[in-house]
């Protein structure tokens, strides 16, 4: 229940009136005023809101991050923090709640463009300024009004500041008898209500005679805290220095008691309104409360003993081994306070090897529950503090790595690999090559995720001549060089591989047999045994679930989705790592061009495009690639598909991915047929003769019925050890030359693809990234990519300027 809004009405009214008829609306006066109480009770009355505490962020992106944080929403590889939220936030019926962000450099900006190119949502701040963009309002809210010497006493003031001595214990003031001091009290506080409730306090405490006014908020909380017992007053400054909302258990640790005792020390400290009771129950103080108390602690070890609590606290919620964790692991639900501990440990040299343990233990349950971008944002935290313990820190660089390849983009975690390394120099024999041998595993799963199948396979032979008899290493490794046999065709290498992993594995090495056993399934599929890919896929799955091993699951589904059809594990697609992520779209989209619903699933096809681009997934990229040409092929528009076809060759002969060669050839080789050309038979026999020695089978597809070549009908020179060269894409290439319409050589729009041409022309209609992406399906960032590439190519800037061009063009 919400603290009562004493005498704020007036203010109450304006803020939602204006709120009703206008996009932002700042609230801003004095600190202490009542700011963030009043924005409470404006929030409580819409739906739904998001409420981010802006005075725990000291620069602007920190503060965009925990709004994408709040909404749900994420960063994609190769995109801006700030055009991710405008994307969060467009359409959406949303308050957002920004309390506190006073002085962040450029927020004003932000804020205005987010509110001119978002539609839908509302803003509400709190801040001693106002940033004074074009679409702010502002209601300035003044300290409570004072009677005046001619006036009875009575009003706001008083009204709330009795509320508070009951609250706090304290007995009935008699107001004729001391009408003179609370008057002098009243004014000294200027009608700010903070300052009233710390009067108050001390009211309840030691009556009103005692009392003396203070000049400041901090001389108040000064006094309030010199009331209060030696326990009271201890765990007054450790709260404050952990500067983050606690639970009682923490609370318990922070001040070395017993819960029971905790209890009561927060009530006590909630009563003298020196702490807030979130709506969870856990405790908070405000900015000028943490303030003193940081202040006061300086010349205690309260420091030193509220950082061993915390210690204390997160070394017994996460769990102890380094490779296990779960996906529901209970730390998971106050990881803000775990990444608190770490940051407050790595901070401190001598804790230093304790933050980095820490974070260590956590990233098993992280990588679990596919909360990768958290994970990184843990493990940079220590990293940035300086050098911890070789073996940790070389571990928890390379953990590091992963996460970012998974958030940032492939290649984006080569860098915490190197760091990996350097940690791994430090250590003697035979650690050191261990540790080396499990670093050069990621790097070939790096490379294998970008699609270079070549180095991902020459890392994983180097893992294995390193790692020696480290068993986890090498069954880790040879599941990552069967994912490369499996993409490179070399079915009997990943059958042998198979053998080894999956044969009686210890407890924590489960997940990579499981792994192996969904690889195994898509081979059977290829191989066109239907039956036993389905039976494969769905042990896998059954077993990661028992195990909670929810990546593992969910990538066997969609294996088992694509063999089998049928409905798939209920998941929220756009909270997955982007490698998973665009694995499970791939498959809706497939599932969706089955169903006929061609424009859909080319749009889902297009945005895993643009995603897979620049997150560097080379493999997704010419599977989506490839689908967007089998719908174009269902949608009547073989030259525009055939340009698709014409990529994924290309592309799949770079990546050394024989078999989506030969899916691109049988589409290339469908609009040959109905053409009635002489290309039909040289590139339908180059199809068979990539499938042939890997005994994988063709098969129809939407827009696209297979019809086997003959092996002799493959030109020389097309394939080469199984593998089709560049010399068979250039003369494929040269058999579908002339097919395109030529491009009027005047018209600026001549250097435009179909779908950013088609984006343009919605753009001169006025039309947002939102409505435009819903009328091409395909989402709002595939559309915002568009329009980077088409203002870059028109050597434009903004909206306007193409729609004034398309205008004048037309």
Known sequence: MLTPCVGRDDVLDRLRLLLSSNRWVTLTGAPGCGKTLVARHTASAATPVVWVAGHHHATTESLVTACLDALDAEVAPGDSPTMALKRALDGRDTLLVLDGVDALEGLGEILNDLVEDADGWRLLCTATTVAGRPHERVVRMPPLPLPSPRQPLEGPALELLLARVAAAGGHSVDLEQHDALLRRLLGASGGLPSLIEQLAVQIALIGVSDVSPAASLAEAVRRSYDLLDAEQQQCFRRLALIGRPVGLDVLADVCGVGRPQAVQLAAALARRSLVEVGPDGRFDMLPPMREVGCALAEATDDAQQSLTGLLTWADRVIPQDVNAGSADAPFLSQLALVATAVRQACAVEATRPRGYALANRAFPSLSAAMRAREALDLMDAALASGDGPPIIGSQLARRAGICASEVRGTYEGLRLLDRSEEHARALGEPMRDVELARTAAIRAEMHLDAGDLVSARADAKRTLALGGDDPYVIRQVRRTLMDVCVSAGDFGEAEQLAALIVDSPPPDEVWIALSARTLQAKVAWEQGRLVEAASLALFARAQAQEIREDRIALLADTVHRMVAGGPGLSVDAETLPWAVRLTVQLQDARELLAMGDISRAAGRAADIVVLADSSKLGRDAVEARLLVADALMSLGEPVQAQASYLSVLRRAVEVTMPLRAADALDGL??????????????????????????????????????????????????????????????????????????????????????????????????????????????????????????????????????????????
């Open 669 to 810: 080789a469908a609009i040959a047929a109905e053409s009635g050309t002489t290309a039909y038979r040289p590139v339908a026999g180059a199809a068979a003769a990539l499938r042939v020695s890997r005994r994988a089978v063709g098969r129809d597809r939407p827009g696209v019925v297979y019809a086997a070549g003959a092996l002799r009908d493959c030109p020389a020179g097309w394939l080469e050890r199984g593998q089709f060269t560049a010399d068979g894409v250039a003369a494929v290439a040269a058999l579908f030359a002339g097919r395109e319409p030529a491009e009027s050589s005047s018209s600026p729009l001549r250097v435009l693809t179909k779908a950013e041409r088609g984006v343009a022309e919605l753009v001169a209609e006025g039309l947002t990234s939102r409505q435009i992406a819903e009328q091409l399906f395909v989402s709002p960032r595939t559309v915002d990519a568009h329009l980077s590439h088409i203002f870059r190519k028109l050597e434009i800037a903004s909206r306007a300027k193409l729609a004034a061009l398309m205008v004048e063009i037309a």
